[in-house]
């Protein structure tokens, strides 16, 4: 009887093995959260930007300099940009976008940046954030952090999300 109680046991253990082995194995990029997530590296930033302009109406004037573009998509959309301009530039990409809502002191700063200086670093930052229904009738969340690093240049970093 102790033969067939250990043979038992390892067949079991043998099987609890091979099931947890393949469960490790099928994994994907994933978040702490579990769900899958999939991160968008484009050959250069400007796919990034048109993407991210029709998803969330966001339209960059010509005097205005991408830093850097990136998205990512599960279950919700995420797109970061940073670009660098002027205080006009920043007028035309507030205005040509349709931000519903002026620009505040930022007291905090949560959000972390994908290019240009630290935002800690910083004399004076802004932030707004709007709501924007695009041409599939999402309802799109933007936010936008402005560093006012000098008089002539402002460093503007827009998050723009659906969930």
Known sequence: MGVIRRRKTAGALAVLVTVLAGMTGCGS??????????????ANTTDVVREASAFAGIVIPANVTVLD?????????LYQLAVSTDPQGLDELLAASHFSTPLTKAYSVPETTIA??????SPAVLEAS?????AEGKTVN????????APSIRFVHLQL???
Request: charged share 40%; net charge negative.
């Open 29 to 42: 990029d994933s978040q702490d959260s579990g769900r899958p997530t999939e991160v968008h590296r484009q």
């Open 69 to 77: 573009a990136r998205t990512e998509r599960g279950i919700d959309t």
């Open 116 to 121: 240009g200086p630290p935002l800690e670093t």
């Open 130 to 134: 709007d709501t924007y229904r695009n």
């Open 142 to 149: 933007r936010s936008i952090i402005v560093d006012e690093r």
């Open 161 to 163: 999300f659906d969930t």
